[in-house]
């Protein structure tokens, strides 16, 4: 309209910046009773989430007390040139009475297990452990180090070490409270140790590797996101019932100084003994005892090439071929339970998206409500002050009853989508839940894709043996070299054989364990969701009925002017 | 003339009834007439009344909002002061610039239904205006036949019409004016009342907190939308994933998929109550207001006008003065046109005052009637909300015994 062109330059001052807004909202001094959770630095929901960073965490200005109302407005530029004098909003919005608005968490009375079943509960650092066996992990305060073997050669490296700091009652270890340093490396190498060693698990993903630059690498929030990460990927490892017993975990834990987790088998053994084993008369090397531990692990690339060639030929053979491979995976309610999960995983993924865009619609409202509120702050003051009838002194009374309102409900929203967001970060908890279990479940179908190229590597070799006796038999007196090479060929029956023993027994091992597994996973998905749920819809409904609580008194007050008969 | 309020009490001696005079009148039933580029919206105004000047009790007619345009720019020639209710924008002009898509808006129900709700309450306030209510030109876009109307419609030529440019340049005016107070630097021709002067730069800083408030208030009946959308998605969603878990689980997922869905209607429900009953009068406020400015405009040309007549008469006396003492010819003459702008002068002086008391009358009206305007929008608000928030308390205090129930099992 028309009035409106001459307006812009005059809009910036008018209206009050983001900041401002934030500090005349946020000054509710009950919010220091939110100290009884961790502060969610980074937004457990997803690093995709555009607004993570906005929610305010404890260390904001929470904790200011409802009198420094005036002392905010007085410290940020006011740039509202409102054309007088001496008020500000102090006596336009009167510190409430928070007595009736106290924002304490509505799951106060949710019941934590914290036998560390648990993983994404954040109270094990603050509350006293409740249970016997309790195993609790804090990482804290990176420090850059300098690589000293390799200074001379790379011109300096330099990494970030954290303080690892475990309180534990469990009796593997050497004492209830212990801290060692570890770098990030360190994680790794935990993290394929335990693959190594507990395949079939649901071994909790550990955070990525992030190849950045060695400059993003020491930026602050970088690190601090590291942290975080490092801290819940150990105490879901300590959550996991089998894992926390593990050798691993506690030696990476408890001994200080260089990690003494090396890997079973090095480079060098590998490529001369190791995977080629099996076919050994490529070597010409005499037969040895077979090591278990070769074949228990599943081909890895670039090393046990033959090995992962026969394997690769097998599966095509399992795909393509004709013939049924020698055993199959046969557990039909396996395979039930792999068709549901993957159905539960897509459902979860949608879900968990769905919830990240009710969350924002949620925090947008409330911000939304919280200008609204602001802006009728500064019409009643202007009112006020400019007033010339009593008429005008009503409306502003008016406004400010509305004003406190809104501004009241915009913080409700605020601390409502703190609490959703905690709530329903289960939900990506168990999407990344699913990555473990998929693991898990290619360990399975790496075991027995071993088994079946044993399997069908002993018929072929007996079925050599069978093209040389009959061809030797035709001989007269038989023949020395085919002999020799059945006897040879026998060797290496007996030897793959021992193979095949282990690889089905591992085979075997690694179906027991999916088997616990799932079982535990239903079990405690069954109680995490539903934990879940009740924490949302309570605190839903808690938030709902102080909001509620909140317009019925402006509109008590403004009854007057309500039609007859509304 | 004899005034005539509906109080009830004064009655017209020649209304043989004892009932008191009324006149009702309300706007209703939407239609989309014609097509394409020409098609528009009618509206039906029915008229309800016992006063004399009208035909018979009830009238029905059928209007267009050019119509009611024509309406409101008669009024604002003929009684100046008054602040003329406003109407609603024209749809390809908004002060949101939310609006996408205009032409299709244009007749989107929730645009028609808003702006009938802005035209009904535009004829009320004039049929309730004391002044106003007395008008010819009311009576004729109560009564008038199609084409009578669409006649008088075309008719409006240059005299009546102020052009659009005209009316800005005279804001502009008002408004340097203003700030050439403000900033201390005086011109001349310009009244030097303080009242008046706290009373334009009230009216033109009400106008931008206004306008902030309204914007927000729109913005916050887009969130509720979106909150609806993004709760009914979520809904979907997690009643997938109850069908896939099955069981006891899956069954408190479903029931929290179902209440989800259910208040994603209620939120959109609230966020019409909330457009057409917080925001437009936040809306209607502001356009209010720019009545107001467009009176202040009008004050300042009749100010303008008197005070040149008053100079012209002023030089015209000297030179009368002139031709008196050297007795010329054209003396008579002269006298003639003296006292033609003296009469003028003194038109100009009497429509000038005249401005500022009725002026002075309706701004007391004017606050009374925003007192209880926005009192009213307030209350509905704050109704809404409450009314919300208690739904959405109830849906999810429902399923925790449902939830207590399963988990146990």
Redesign the interface.
Known sequence: MMGYENQGHEEAHLYATPEEMESLVLTDNDDSSHHQSQPNHHHPLSSSLPFAAQIPTDDDHLLASPSSLMHFQSQSQNPIPIPNHSSSFKFILEPPSYADAVFRSFDGDHINETNGHDSSSGDLSSSPPSTVEYLSISVSDPQKEQDLANSLVSGGNTYVTYLITTRTSLPDFNGSEFSVRRRFKDVVTLSDRLSESYRGFFIPIRPDKNVVESQVMQKQEFVEQRRVALEKYLRRLAAHPVIRRSDELRLFLEVDGRLPLVRNTDVASRMLDGAVKLPRQLFGESVGAVDVSEVVQPAKGGRDLLRLFKELKQSVTNDWGGAKPPVMEEDKEFLEKKEKLQDFEQQISNVSQQAESLVKAQQDIGETMGQLGLAFVKLTKFETEEAVYETQRVRAADMKSVATAAVKASRLYRELTAQTVKHLDKLHEYLGAMLAVNQAFSDRSSALLTVQTLLSELSSLHLRIEKLEAASSKIFGGDRSRIRKIDELKETIRATEDAKSCAIREYERIKENNKNELERLDKERHDDFFNMLKGFVVNQAGYAEKMASVWDMVAEETNGYAKDGS | MQQRSFSGVSQSPRSPSKQPPYLAVSVTDPAKMGNGVQAYISYKVITKTNLPEYQGLEKIVIRRYSDFVWLRDRLFEKYKGIFIPPLP?KST?G?NKALSCAEKFRFTAEFIEMRRQALDIFVNRIASHHELQQSEDLRIFLQADEQTMERARSQETGIFKKK?AD??QI??DV?SRVSDVVLGKEKPVEESNPDYE??K??V??????????Q???Y??VK??R??G???S??G???K??GA??GE??GK??SE?GTKSEMLSVKLQKEAQHLLMNFEEPLKDY??AV?SV?GTIAERAAAFRQHCDLAETIKLKEIDLNKLRLTRSERTVDAEHEYEELKADGEEARRRFEMIVRLMNEEM?RF??E???D???A??E???G??RL??A??DA??S??PK??A??SS
């Not at chain 2, 033109?204 to 408030?213: G, I, R, Y």
């Open positions: 924008e002009v002060t659009p009316l800005m804001f502009k408004q706290k009373l730069r009230y033109f800083e009400l106008e931008d907190h206004l306008a902030e408030a914007k927000h208030a913005r916050l969130r509720h979106e909150l959308q993004s709760l998605d979520f979907r969603a997690v997938l994933l896939c878990e006891a689980l408190a997922f929290l502001v356009r720019h400015k007391v606050q009374e925003k007192t209880l926005v009192g009213l307030f209350h608000f704050a109704k909300q409450s928030a208690n959405i308390a999810w205090r399923l925790l939830l207590e399963c988990s």
